[in-house]
């Protein structure tokens, strides 16, 4: 019955490798979000989509592809990851003008 | 662009006082300012929100004031136990019926309640 869950929830891989990271979210909201929390605990949004469609896209380096298959679903590929990546990501969702509700979230340490 | 900071960084208070965090925002237009609520090892979950036509709401032990001319506000917690230690966000963002807009965090506030 969790409102938001993402996959998996600690993630240690080298550097150099591919990783996805999967969210769900079974509240029937339109708008879903990548945020990455680094050790200074700062939120930055990431991307957000909005019934699949990318809506924002915040300066993300390509070797992040957002993918929507539908809109209860929002997962993050990482190409050639880098030492930088590590951080805890989290998913978030929420209606078009309200509060956002998170995930989990997903810890990747790179090595 | 759009900008939310945050004041103080850290807060340390003795149980049972008050404690206060402040923002404030730079868009004029925001109009919808949640706060949210991090324990440690947590996800960030919402604790109370406000809409910019209304410049107090309260739960509780928590309230949130809005002054829109200042572009200020700010959470207030009152009888502080230890449950409430945890990281802070402030934000805010711009929502209209027809378009979206982003959510702008400010970077929290580490609150520690000392039984």
């Known amino acids: 019955d969790t409102a938001v869950s993402q996959t998996p929830k600690y993630l240690v891989t080298q550097m150099g490798n591919d990783k996805s990271i999967k969210c769900e979210q079974n509240?029937?909201?339109?708008?879903m979000y990548w945020y990455k929390q680094d050790s200074k605990k700062f939120l930055k949004i990431m991307f957000s989509y909005n019934n699949k469609e990318l809506i924002i896209n915040e300066t993300v380096p390509n070797r992040f592809s957002p993918k929507s298959p539908d809109k209860a679903h929002l997962n993050l590929h990482i190409n050639s990851l880098e030492l930088g990546d590590s951080a805890v990501y989290f998913c978030?969702?929420?209606?078009?003008?309200?509060?956002?509700?998170f995930g989990p979230g997903t810890r990747l340490t790179v090595l | 662009g759009e900008n939310v900071e945050q004041h103080p960084s850290t807060l340390s208070v003795q149980e049972g006082d008050s404690a206060v965090i402040k923002c404030t925002y730079s868009d004029s237009a925001s109009n919808y300012f949640p706060w949210y609520k991090q324990e440690l090892g947590k996800r960030p979950q919402l604790i109370i929100d406000i809409r910019s036509n209304v410049g107090e709401k309260k739960d509780q032990r928590i309230a949130v004031t809005l002054n829109k001319t200042a572009k200020h506000f700010s959470l207030h917690i009152t009888e502080t136990q230890p449950e409430d230690s945890a990281v802070y966000f402030c934000a805010a963002s711009n929502f209209m019926k027809t378009s979206y807009d982003k959510v702008i965090f400010g970077p929290g506030t580490s609150l520690s309640v000392i039984p």
């Open positions: 509240l029937g909201h339109d708008t």
């Open positions: 978030a969702s929420s209606r078009p003008t309200g509060p956002q509700f």
